[in-house]
């Protein structure tokens, strides 16, 4: 019995010896005991609830911040500084040089609208003349010229009084071809020097201005006698008309084909009349005496004349008993 006992109490202490030893080998969170869920509770966290994020298209760039564009200042227009005009000295009385600066274009032809080459200018007699080819033609019908005459102005009303105008020199220039009566049958008439184009210049008021009444202006015949008369000059009392009051030899056949002629005029009553550039005559009406100049500078004749009826800056370009073929009319003024 006392040896069943001590087997007992042998064996209890071995179980405790073995018990000791296994608590403490055992990992920390072996030691914890789990907590008992009530059976049918479900363990696992609640799911979160998925938030609501609108999906856009994956190539969308990110909407970029309006820019706002600077208001530009309004630009100011250039002031324009008005053109000093100089004295045209030793230039006064020659062609105009194109690149004048300052230089003003008051009218332009080039007869390129039979329909409108009178809205700016008049005809002493509607009905004897056509526009042909881009071409004016003066006392002129069927290509066949008048026993008549007739005349062709640009009408510019700043150009009634040379001196108010502030001008310094005014010029007409236009191309001229003359026709003459019977050229087309070849009887050819031609009369004297009054068979002429004749330039009208120092004019008041060209309208239906005729040059045997002196009382305006002065004008210079063109032909192809290369005999170039002065008339309407008051010292005589026809003005010169029909054989001239002066009248300035030059070179003939000038206008037998087209020919430039430029006509400068100034606002101390001097005139110089061009042919292709070159000089054909002058005239000097400063005074109380129209006096007449051939190319080479050297006095033709000196006439009595009223200076009054010098004071315009008008042109016209009248023809008598032949037909006068124009283009390119232009009026400059500085």
């Keep these: 019995m006392k040896r069943i006992g001590t087997c007992i109490i042998a064996v209890i202490t071995a179980l405790c010896i073995i ?16 907590t008992e869920v009530p059976s049918g509770q479900n363990t696992e966290a609640p799911a979160e609830e998925p938030t609501d994020v609108p999906v856009g298209d994956p190539t969308d760039e990110p909407a970029e911040e309006p820019t706002e564009e600077p208001t530009e200042a309004p630009t100011e227009a250039p002031t324009e500084v008005p053109v000093v005009k100089v004295d045209l000295g030793e230039d006064k009385g020659k062609i105009f040089k194109d690149d004048l600066e300052g230089l003003e274009t008051l009218f332009s032809e080039a007869f390129d609208d039979d329909s409108t080459f009178l809205d700016n200018a008049g005809l002493n007699t509607e009905g004897r003349e056509e526009v042909v080819d881009g071409k004016l033609c003066l006392n002129i019908l069927d290509g066949e010229a008048l026993d008549n005459h007739n005349a062709y102005y ?22 001229l071809k003359l026709a003459y009566l019977g050229e087309n049958s070849g009887t050819v008439r ?27 202006g002065l004008f210079i015949g063109l032909n192809n006698r290369g005999q ?4 309407g000059v008051t010292g005589l009392g026809d003005g010169g008309f029909p054989t001239g009051a002066a009248v300035v030899k030059g070179e003939k056949d000038l206008f037998k084909s087209e020919a430039h002629v430029t006509m400068v005029t100034t ?60 283009d390119n009319v232009t009026v400059k003024a500085y």
Excluded at 19 to 34: I, N, R, V, W, Y
Excluded at 191 to 216: C, Q
């Design 19 to 34: 018990l000791s030893f296994a608590a403490c080998t055992k990992a920390p969170d072996e030691q914890t005991t789990p």
């Design 154 to 175: 640009p009408l510019i009303d700043e150009l009634e009084d040379f001196s108010a105008s502030g001008y310094q020199q005014v010029q007409l220039s236009f191309d």
């Design 190 to 216: 031609d009369d004297g020097v009054w068979f002429a184009s004749f330039v009208g210049f120092f004019l008041t008021n060209p309208i239906s201005r005729i040059p045997v009444d002196p009382t305006d």
């Design 228 to 231: 170039f008369p002065l008339i």
């Design 267 to 326: 606002n101390e009553k001097k005139a110089f009349l061009y042919v292709n550039s070159a000089l054909v005559c002058s005239v000097d009406a400063s005074g109380d005496n129209v006096s007449v100049y051939d190319a080479s500078g050297t006095l033709v004749k000196s006439i009595e004349n009223d200076p009054g009826i010098l004071d315009g800056a008008s042109f016209s370009i009248w023809t008598h008993c032949v037909g006068a073929i124009i």
